[in-house]
């Protein structure tokens, strides 16, 4: 028999950047590891943004560089390993395991990924799932949590 899987919905409109920090600073309250937090959405519709606010939720009080370039950063912070991965420049999925997420992937963290659809079909199915959609000067997002 197959375990059921319970999705609890929302969305929310974000005004600017700062209530776009405050609802990753809120949804970090509620993510434990091992947990697949993966975002979606156009350039600039403020998943990085988002990124940095759930990391400041853990207690991060360092700088958060979005990981364009080098497609992942690890931030272990007193009780959970975070690792961020932007994917927009990935050749093909293969190129996570010429990254080592496999090793990354070892140790329970919680993973933020931007640009997810680039690694479909090797990434882990998601346990959050965000849709930043640009909507004025602010962002609607959508959020689905699953679990088992």
């Known amino acids: 028999m197959t375990a059921l899987k319970l999705e609890v919905h929302s969305t929310e409109h974000l005004a600017g950047d700062d209530a776009t920090m405050a609802f990753g600073a809120r949804l970090s309250l509620s993510v434990s590891a091992p947990a697949w937090v993966h975002m979606y959405g156009d350039l600039g519709a403020g998943k990085t943004t988002l990124a940095r606010g759930f990391l ?6 360092g700088q958060v560089r979005s990981p364009t370039y080098t497609l992942v950063e690890t931030y272990t912070l007193d009780d959970v390993t975070v690792h961020h991965l932007d994917l927009y420049r990935l050749g093909s999925a293969d190129e996570l395991y010429d990254m080592g ?3 990354l992937a070892a140790t329970p963290a919680i993973w933020l990924i931007e640009w997810p659809e680039r690694a479909e079909g090797v990434l882990p199915d998601w346990t959050h799932r965000i849709v930043l959609d640009v909507a004025g000067t602010g962002r609607d997002v959508s959020l689905t949590s699953r679990r088992a």
């Open 101 to 103: 997420v496999d090793d």
């Open 56 to 61: 400041a939720g853990l207690g991060h009080t």
